[in-house]
C-alpha cells in the first residue's frame, strides 16, 4: 500500500487543475516581479556576460562589474589593466607569459632531444627548466588577474565581488578580506588534509595495483600478499583517492561562497531585542469568493518575532 500510495500521489498532484492549487497561494506570489526594473535586460539573469559590454568597458565607454571584467580578462589577457588604465603593465605581463611559454617550448624541446640521443639519460636539467617556464607563465598569467582585481574602482568595503575573486584566486583571501580571519586555517587545513590524503591514497593505490598485476601475470610471483587481497586494496584506495579529491573541490567551492555570502551580509545588522509577540486577528481566506456561499472570516492569533 505504501509504494502504491508513492506512486498515485505524484499523478494526483499533475493531474490537479492548476486554478486549485493556485487558490492555495496568494495570487500576488504569481505574478511579482523581483526586477526593480523589468524593462532593462541588465538586471536580469537571462544576460550573464555580453562582449559588446565587455569590449565597450575596456573602451571606456561604460562601468564594468567586476565579475564582467575578470570573466573576459580570463581569455582576454590583459583586459583588468585595459579598464583600469593602467596600460604601463601590459609590457610586464604579456611578457612575462610570452617568455614562460616561449623558455618552456625551448628546453622540452632540448629535454626530447636529449632523450632521443640517449634513451637511457638521467639528466633532467632541461625538463625542469621547461617545467619552471611554464609554471612562471601561469604565475603571470595569475598576476595579470590578481592585480586587475586589486586595482579595480570603485573600492567600496565591502565589495562581494572582489570578496568572491579574491577567494577564486587565493583559498581563504576572501575570508581574510571580509576580516573573517578565523576561518582561513579551517579551509586552508582542509584542503591541505585533502591534498595530503589524496597522496597518501594515490600512493597506496598505486603500491597495490603494481602488486595486483605481478600477481596475475607473473608466473613466478611469491610476495606474501595474493592477488586477491591486492584487488581488494587497489579497489579501495582507489575510491579513498577519489573522495579526496572531492573533498578539495568541496573545501575550494565552500570558501568562494562563503566569502561571497558573508560579505553581502556584513551590513546586516541583528538587534539585541529578540522578543515574541502574540495577539488576536482576523483571518479574511484569500478563497472566501471562491465559494457558494462565500467562506466567512475565523478569528485567531498572530504570532511575531522580533529580532
Known amino acids: 500500500m505504501r509504494r502504491i500510495a508513492c506512486i498515485l500521489l505524484p499523478v494526483l498532484l499533475f493531474l490537479l487543475p492548476g486554478q486549485v492549487l493556485r487558490a492555495q497561494f ?7 516581479s523581483y526586477n526593480s526594473d523589468p524593462s ?22 561604460n562601468e564594468l562589474k ?51 640521443a640517449d634513451p637511457l639519460s638521467t639528466d633532467t636539467r632541461n625538463k625542469t ?9 601561469g604565475l603571470a598569467y595569475w598576476a595579470s588577474l590578481m592585480d586587475g582585481t586589486i586595482s579595480y574602482k570603485p573600492r567600496y568595503y565591502p565589495h562581494p565581488g572582489r570578496a568572491t575573486i579574491y577567494s577564486i584566486l587565493v583559498p581563504g583571501l576572501g575570508q581574510a578580506y571580509n576580516h ?3 576561518k582561513v586555517p579551517i579551509y586552508i587545513g582542509g584542503m591541505i588534509g585533502s591534498v595530503h590524503f589524496y597522496l597518501n591514497n594515490k600512493t597506496n593505490y598505486e603500491r597495490y595495483r603494481r602488486i595486483y598485476l605481478e600477481a596475475t601475470t607473473s608466473d613466478h610471483y611469491t610476495g606474501p600478499i595474493p592477488a586477491e587481497t591486492a584487488l581488494y586494496y587497489r579497489d579501495v584506495y582507489r575510491r579513498y583517492r577519489d573522495y579526496s579529491v572531492l573533498a ?24 539585541d531585542d529578540l522578543s515574541l509577540k502574540v495577539s488576536p486577528t482576523v483571518i479574511a481566506p484569500d478563497t472566501q469568493f471562491a465559494f457558494a456561499p462565500p467562506t466567512t472570516h475565523a478569528v485567531g492569533l498572530s504570532v511575531g518575532f522580533r529580532f
Open 40 to 61: 532593462d535586460p541588465n538586471d536580469t539573469t537571462d544576460k550573464l556576460f555580453s562582449l559588446k559590454e565587455y569590449f565597450g568597458g575596456l573602451a571606456h565607454q
Open 129 to 137: 627548466l621547461s617545467t619552471l617556464c611554464f609554471a612562471g607563465a
Open 248 to 271: 578539495l573541490f568541496a573545501f575550494y567551492l565552500l570558501q568562494v561562497i562563503d566569502a561571497n555570502v558573508f560579505s553581502y551580509m556584513h551590513g546586516f545588522e541583528m538587534s
Open 26 to 32: 496568494r495570487s500576488e506570489a504569481f505574478s511579482q
Open 66 to 116: 567586476i565579475g564582467t571584467m575578470f570573466g573576459g580578462s580570463m581569455v582576454f589577457v590583459g583586459g583588468c589593466q585595459i579598464y583600469n588604465k593602467d596600460y604601463w603593465k601590459l609590457p610586464i605581463f604579456y611578457g612575462g607569459i610570452a617568455a614562460g611559454i616561449y623558455g618552456g617550448i625551448h628546453f622540452n624541446k632540448l629535454y626530447q632531444g636529449q632523450m632521443e
Open 180 to 182: 573573517e580571519f578565523w
